[in-house]
């Protein structure tokens, strides 16, 4: 299992859960992070990639999160937009 995986899980696997035993994904997912990339620059949307040591990522944007691809901001459970014109699966 990956570290976004076991993030995950902690919240319940469910994007609109962003709070679970008084603990916050974005908490939880800064404090293991080995980077956190904004798509629009530091801290100017709403949209926040974190990239765990595993290489394993979590997108949260706006009002969902979800586990992530390397090269894009398109979440996984919905497949890449489209606009998005990363090759990755």
Do not use: P
Request: aromatic share 12%; proline share 0%.
């Amino acid at each position: 299992m990956t570290t976004a995986q076991k993030i995950a899980a902690q919240f319940d696997n469910d994007g609109q859960v962003f709070e679970k035993n008084g603990l916050y994904i974005s908490d939880v997912c800064e404090s293991q992070a080995n980077d956190e990339e904004w798509e629009h620059g530091y801290r100017t949307g709403d949209t926040v990639k974190y990239t765990f040591s595993d290489g394993s990522i979590i997108i949260i944007a706006g009002d969902c999160w979800d586990c992530g691809y390397k090269n894009c901001f398109c979440l996984r459970t919905s497949g890449h937009d489209d606009q998005c014109d990363s090759e990755e699966k």
